[in-house]
Structures are given as structure tokens and as C-alpha cells.
């Protein structure tokens, strides 16, 4: 029936058998996944020595944001426990995904978010999908504590990545890569706020490793903001701060999963300025096409770092082998946040409504 094609075409469908899903499992999907994989010829030439970058372009899930792959996970497995409710805390996107996918399964979704410091686009998003909208006076870590002790002791799923079904869902970003790459890259590249997004990966590359679907893993590299870089500085930030809202984060859930990764891998956590963020967003979308929100710009930001040897930088971009693979996951759509778009805009050029003006601009 043409109906069941359209699920064929999420997460759950295309890996189904490497997911903690069963027959009994309600699928709930918006298509999420399968995303392109876009080779950056710009950007390869910026780091050279034949390196090829590639950007797994997450902005294009179905709300905009990597968090859809782990979602569609947590949402069939809380109808398949039979929730009521889900909640979570966010810093935007995660409410964004998981308010759709509770609209999806017809649940009730409750979002906590700091108040004042979520971009505008993720606001509208729960609002439009139908959460219902809790502004804490405190930031993102102050929020995932109390969900965590309302998820304790009330019969409501938390669809935050301490609900391990997320990171099952988000895993398979790592899957599309080793798919559509042939093997794992040399080197990938993440943002870090929470640290669940690379522990997942980590775990999708380990896992196709064990199973001889590709013969080697990647060096992880991870990048936090540096108002808010608690794995950097190996402590917890009390009042982590940032343009990059999504990414505001001072007491990560997924701490020692992360560093794991960044270990195991060979890998280094780094930070990335404000300043570096904002110019990397707009390099990309100016130069490459690709328009990603700001936390999504570290780890292009993070990459510009290594190359640049007066920088200080935790990893050294020059032991890249040659002709390396990279991989950097933008993991949110620009049109997030336009707010800090807007800020970054130049002046309008005004002109008469005369043929003569406009050809005067073509250089
Ligand atoms: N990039 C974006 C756009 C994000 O929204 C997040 C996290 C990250 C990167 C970092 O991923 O937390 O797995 O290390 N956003 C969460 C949220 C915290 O609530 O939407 P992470």
C-alpha cells in the first residue's frame, strides 16, 4: 500500500534491526534521517593536503534538527509503554522534536526551557506543535534537574538523552555515514553541550566496527563554546553563557560517555569564542550555501581552530593523515535562530527602481 512507504523512510525503518524495537513497537516517524551528507570543496581546499570535508547536514530533519532520529526512538517506546505524557528540558531543540513527535502519537508533551535564552524559531515550534510551555527562571541544568526528579517518582516518560532510546535513535547518523562513505571518515566533528550527540556517534561507529562494516574509526573531535565548556575545563560551569543558545549548557548529562569517546577515539574537546562561532556560521553560509544555526557552527569554527597554529587549539589539524575524510555534523537549521542572522546582516543596498543601478552591481 502506498501508505507504508512513507514509514519506510525513517530511522526506525531503515535500521530497524540494530534498534531496541520490536513488532509491538508503534512506529512513530516523521521520515527522519537519511539527510545529505554534502561535500564542502571549500572548505577542503581551507584544510588541503588532498583532506576532503564533508557536512552532515542534520538541519534538514523533519523539525530542523538531529534530535528527530533519537525522538522517533523515545516516542514509539513511551506509546509502547504506555505513557501518557512525555516531558523534557531543552535548550530548543529537543522541545521542538519532541512536542512533533508527541503531536504525532497524540500524547501530551510538557517542555521545560530557560527563560529568555531560547532562540525564537525553537519557541514557536512548541508552541505550534502543541506543548504545553514551562519558562524556568534558571538555565538548561536547572531544568533537566527537575525533570529528572519529576521522572522518578510520576509515571511520564523524560525524552531527554538520559532516556537511552534517544541515543539508540541518534546513533544512526554514524550508520548513513559509514553507508554513504564506504568506511568511517578519518576524522569527525561535532558541537558539544549536552554530550549525547557524540556519545552516539561513537557508539554507531563502534557498533558497524564490531559488526565489519567498516574497518577503522574516526578521531572525535569535539567543540564547546567557550562560556560554557565544562568537559574543557573539567568542571562544572555554574553560569555557562553563549550566543549559541542550543549549546548553553555547564553540567553535561552525558559527561563520561563523551570523554570515553573523545579517548578512545584519540580525539580532544576544544573550545570555540563566540566571535569564532558567528564568523564560522556566516563562512559557511556564505561560501559553502549551507545556513546552520550557531551551535552548529563550532564545529566548523572548531575545525578552522585546528588549522590555525597560532590558535592554541587542543588538536592539531596538521596530523590529519592526507587526503583524510573529515565529517562535521551541523547538527540545526539556520532558520533556528533568526534573531542572531539578523544581527549578523549587512546594510540593505537602496537603490531606484532603474536597470542601470542594479547592473552596477555585478562584479
Ligand atoms: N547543536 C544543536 C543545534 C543542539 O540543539 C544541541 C543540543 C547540540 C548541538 C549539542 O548536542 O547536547 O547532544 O551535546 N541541544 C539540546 C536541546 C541540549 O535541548 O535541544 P548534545
Same mark, same amino acid.
Given at each position: 500500500?502506498?501508505?507504508?512507504?512513507?514509514?519506510?523512510?525513517?530511522?526506525?525503518?531503515?535500521?530497524?534491526?540494530?534498534?531496541?524495537?520490536?513488532?509491538?513497537?508503534?512506529?512513530?516517524?516523521?521520515?527522519?534521517?537519511?539527510?545529505?551528507?554534502?561535500?564542502?570543496?571549500?572548505?577542503?581546499?581551507?584544510?588541503?593536503?588532498?583532506?576532503?570535508?564533508?557536512?552532515?547536514?542534520?538541519?534538514?530533519?523533519?523539525?530542523?534538527?538531529?534530535?528527530?532520529?533519537?525522538?522517533?526512538?523515545?516516542?514509539?517506546?513511551?506509546?509502547?509503554?504506555?505513557?501518557?505524557?512525555?516531558?523534557?528540558?531543552? +535548550?530548543?531543540?529537543?522541545?521542538?522534536?519532541?512536542?512533533?513527535?508527541?503531536?504525532?502519537?497524540?500524547?501530551? /508533551?510538557?517542555?521545560?526551557?530557560?527563560?529568555?535564552?531560547?532562540?525564537?524559531?525553537?519557541?514557536?515550534?512548541?508552541?505550534?506543535?502543541?506543548?504545553?510551555?514551562?519558562?524556568?527562571?534558571?538555565?538548561?541544568?536547572?531544568?533537566?534537574?527537575?525533570?529528572?526528579?519529576?521522572?522518578?517518582?510520576?509515571?511520564?516518560?523524560?525524552?531527554?538523552? *538520559?532516556?537511552?532510546?534517544?541515543?539508540?535513535?541518534?546513533?544512526?547518523?554514524?550508520?548513513?555515514?559509514?553507508?554513504?562513505?564506504?568506511?568511517?571518515?578519518?576524522?569527525?566533528?561535532?558541537?558539544?553541550?549536552?554530550?549525547?550527540?557524540?556519545?552516539?556517534?561513537?557508539?554507531?561507529?563502534?557498533?558497524?566496527?564490531?559488526?565489519?562494516?567498516? +574497518?577503522?574509526?574516526?578521531?572525535?573531535?569535539?567543540?564547546?563554546?567557550?562560556?560554557?565548556?565544562?568537559?574543557?575545563?573539567?568542571?562544572?560551569?555554574?553560569?555557562?553563557?553563549?550566543?549559541?543558545?542550543?549549546?548553553? *549548557?555547564?553540567?553535561?548529562?552525558?559527561?563520561?560517555?563523551?570523554?570515553?569517546?573523545?579517548? +578512545?577515539?584519540?580525539?580532544?574537546?576544544?573550545?570555540?569564542?563566540?566571535?569564532?562561532?558567528?564568523?564560522?556560521?556566516?563562512?559557511?553560509?556564505?561560501?559553502?550555501?549551507?545556513?546552520?544555526?550557531?551551535?552548529?557552527?563550532?564545529?566548523?569554527?572548531?575545525?578552522?581552530?585546528?588549522?590555525?597554529?597560532?590558535?592554541?587549539?587542543?588538536?592539531?589539524?596538521?596530523?590529519?593523515?592526507?587526503?583524510?575524510?573529515?565529517? /562535521?555534523?551541523?547538527?540545526?537549521?539556520?532558520?533556528?535562530?533568526?534573531?542572531?542572522?539578523?544581527?549578523? /546582516?549587512?546594510?540593505?543596498?537602496?537603490?531606484?527602481?532603474?536597470?542601470?543601478?542594479?547592473?552596477?552591481? *555585478?562584479?
Amino acid at each position: 500500500m502506498s501508505f507504508r512507504t512513507l514509514h519506510d523512510r525513517g530511522v526506525i525503518a531503515r535500521y530497524r534491526s540494530y534498534l531496541p524495537v520490536s513488532e509491538n513497537t508503534p512506529v512513530i516517524s516523521l521520515n527522519e534521517g537519511s539527510t545529505p551528507l554534502i561535500h564542502a570543496p571549500k572548505l577542503s581546499a581551507r584544510v588541503g593536503r588532498g583532506c576532503e570535508v564533508f557536512i552532515k547536514y542534520e538541519g534538514l530533519n523533519p523539525t530542523g534538527s538531529f534530535k528527530d532520529r533519537g525522538m522517533t526512538l523515545a516516542l514509539s517506546k513511551a506509546i509502547e509503554n504506555g505513557s501518557k505524557a512525555v516531558i523534557c528540558a531543552s +535548550t530548543g531543540n529537543t522541545s521542538a522534536a519532541a512536542a512533533a513527535y508527541a503531536a504525532r502519537a497524540s500524547i501530551t /508533551c510538557i517542555v521545560l526551557l530557560p527563560a529568555g535564552k531560547i532562540s525564537f524559531g525553537k519557541l514557536a515550534q512548541a508552541f505550534m506543535y502543541g506543548a504545553k510551555v514551562v519558562a524556568i527562571d534558571g538555565n538548561f541544568d536547572d531544568a533537566l534537574r527537575l525533570v529528572r526528579e519529576i521522572g522518578e517518582t510520576e509515571p511520564i516518560a523524560v525524552v531527554n538523552s *538520559i532516556n537511552p532510546d534517544r541515543l539508540q535513535g541518534q546513533k544512526t547518523a554514524s550508520f548513513e555515514i559509514i553507508e554513504e562513505l564506504g568506511d568511517a571518515p578519518d576524522v569527525h566533528i561535532l558541537p558539544v553541550g549536552n554530550a549525547g550527540n557524540i556519545s552516539a556517534y561513537w557508539m554507531g561507529y563502534e557498533e558497524f566496527h564490531s559488526l565489519k562494516k567498516s +574497518t577503522r574509526n574516526p578521531v572525535m573531535l569535539g567543540f564547546q563554546a567557550a562560556g560554557s565548556a565544562p568537559i574543557y575545563h573539567n568542571r562544572v560551569i555554574e553560569k555557562p553563557e553563549t550566543v549559541a543558545t542550543a549549546i548553553r *549548557i555547564g553540567n553535561p548529562a552525558s559527561w563520561d560517555k563523551a570523554t570515553r569517546a573523545l579517548q +578512545t577515539s584519540g580525539g580532544a574537546i576544544d573550545i570555540v569564542t563566540d566571535e569564532e562561532i558567528l564568523a564560522a556560521q556566516f563562512w559557511l553560509s556564505s561560501n559553502e550555501g549551507i545556513f546552520v544555526e550557531p551551535a552548529s557552527a563550532a564545529s566548523i569554527a572548531g575545525l578552522f581552530k585546528s588549522l590555525d597554529p597560532a590558535a592554541g587549539r587542543a588538536y592539531d589539524a596538521s596530523r590529519f593523515p592526507e587526503g583524510a575524510r573529515i565529517v /562535521c555534523t551541523v547538527t540545526g537549521h539556520g532558520l533556528k535562530d533568526p534573531d542572531v542572522a539578523k544581527d549578523q /546582516c549587512g546594510s540593505v543596498i537602496a537603490a531606484k527602481a532603474e536597470r542601470g543601478e542594479i547592473l552596477r552591481l *555585478i562584479s
